[in-house]
């Protein structure tokens, strides 16, 4: 199964769905989109097939979009792609994409539901909160 990660490394929900797929013995598809940078195109793609709008894409925090006037519910989506074009940042991460489907995995654990197989328990995030007990079933 092929799975692809939109990651950035300096973001740790980012990592903790990069460990979780891993761990469940997948090889991902890293791509880290602040080196790469999007396309509109690219976007438009995963915006659609995860049902989600630029607006609910948007990271407003840590991230310029207040001082580019994007938390202005008038600001478009237009203008909002645009944005994210020029400021890859801007775009909530980490998005995941595999054959069942496509998600902004935030929380983290969101990621559970775009896999074939889990991965052992216990498993827990970075910050120490346990996605998954001993026995593999999910917690929280």
């Known amino acids: 199964m092929a799975i692809v990660i939109h990651h950035n490394p300096d973001c740790g929900t980012s990592r ?3 460990a979780t797929i891993e761990a469940a013995g997948y ?5 880290e989109y602040l080196k790469e940078g ?30 580019l006037g994007l938390l ?3 600001a478009t989506d237009e203008a909002l792609l645009d944005a994210m074009l ?3 940042v801007l775009v ?3 998005i995941v994409c595999s054959p069942k489907g ?3 995995c935030r929380p983290s654990e969101t990621v559970l539901d775009l896999l074939d197989r889990m991965p052992p328990g216990p498993l827990y995030k970075e ?3 346990m996605i998954l007990d001993a026995e593999g079933n999910r917690v929280g």
């Open 92 to 94: 909530n991460r980490p």
């Open 102 to 104: 496509v998600r902004l």
């Open 27 to 31: 090889a991902p598809v890293v791509i």
């Open 16 to 18: 903790n769905v990069l």
């Open 72 to 74: 202005d519910p008038a």
């Open 38 to 67: 999007w396309t509109r195109p690219q976007l438009l793609a995963l915006f659609a097939a995860a049902d989600i709008t630029p607006r609910q894409a948007l990271r407003t925090t840590k991230s310029p979009a207040k001082e």
């Open 127 to 129: 910050d120490g909160a």
């Open 86 to 88: 020029a400021h890859p």
